[in-house]
T-cell receptor, first 110, second 113 residues
Framework: GIQVEQSPPDLILQEGANSTLRCNFS?????LQWFHQNPWGQLINLFY???GTKQNGRLSATTVATERYSLLYISSSQTTDSGVYFC????????????FGKGITLSVRP | ETGVTQSPTHLIKTRGQQVTLRCSSQ?????VSWYQQALGQGPQFIFQ???????GRGNFPPRFSGLQFPNYSSELNVNALELDDSALYLC????????????FGNGTRLTVT
């Protein structure tokens, strides 16, 4: 099946710093989504981005489908950005069978 | 706009028992997916329901079953609970079964003893 690798596995930032989170995948995809899971377990959809670039406030994401990777940028990080960031993909474009990566644990210190 | 709601939030069951978890989809969404998240892992797809029909299933045994109702709410049933079933169960709804963002509920934490 399709493989998803996220890096780095852990990241510690000082409040106000910028960061880049990476998601590599092993095959072409028609569906790619980024999620943030906060320390209470709530999973929030950040971006639906099978290709191209999107921005939402301090967050932006870019997917280069031909090179099989996606990047999530966090600028001016805040303590509330702490949690686990997941990349999830599907080859077919169906929402079913989204394959999640292992996640990137981000800790933002005040 | 009402988001995805799940109940109960926490549950403790004994090995061999049966459990039913419930999910109300976000208004306007006709598709519900269920995921299991073990501690320290990413969510794993269990199955998806689209307009009351199962529309895809992950690598889970038949003792994991589900339903979707005409109002698009859904249930996940697990029979003959095993210790390894202890996990966070997440329900997600989407506008359609393809090419639309998933929106998750807060999950049900199931502990099997």
């Amino acid at each position: 099946g399709i493989q998803v690798e996220q890096s780095p596995p852990d990241l510690i930032l000082q409040e106000g710093a910028n960061s880049t989170l990476r998601c590599n995948f092993s095959d072409s995809v028609n569906n790619l989504q980024w999620f943030h899971q906060n320390p209470w377990g709530q999973l929030i959809n950040l971006f639906y981005i099978p290709s191209g670039t999107k921005q939402n406030g301090r967050l932006s994401a870019t997917t280069v489908a031909t090179e099989r990777y996606s990047l999530l940028y966090i600028s001016s990080s805040q303590t509330t950005d702490s949690g686990v960031y997941f990349c999830a993909i599907d080859k077919t474009g169906a929402n079913s069978k989204l394959t999640f990566g292992k996640g990137i644990t981000l800790s933002v210190r005040p | 706009e009402t988001g995805v709601t799940q109940s109960p939030t926490h549950l403790i069951k004994t090995r061999g028992q049966q459990v039913t978890l419930r999910c109300s989809s976000q208004s306007g969404h006709n598709t519900v997916s269920w995921y299991q998240q073990a501690l320290g892992q990413g969510p794993q797809f269990i199955f998806q329901y689209y307009r009351e029909e199962e529309n895809g299933r992950g690598n889970f045994p038949p003792r994991f079953s589900g339903l979707q109702f005409p109002n698009y709410s859904s249930e996940l049933n697990v029979n003959a609970l095993e210790l390894d079933d202890s996990a966070l169960y997440l329900c997600a709804s989407s506008y359609d079964r393809t090419n639309s963002p998933l929106h998750f509920g807060n999950g049900t934490r199931l502990t099997v003893t």
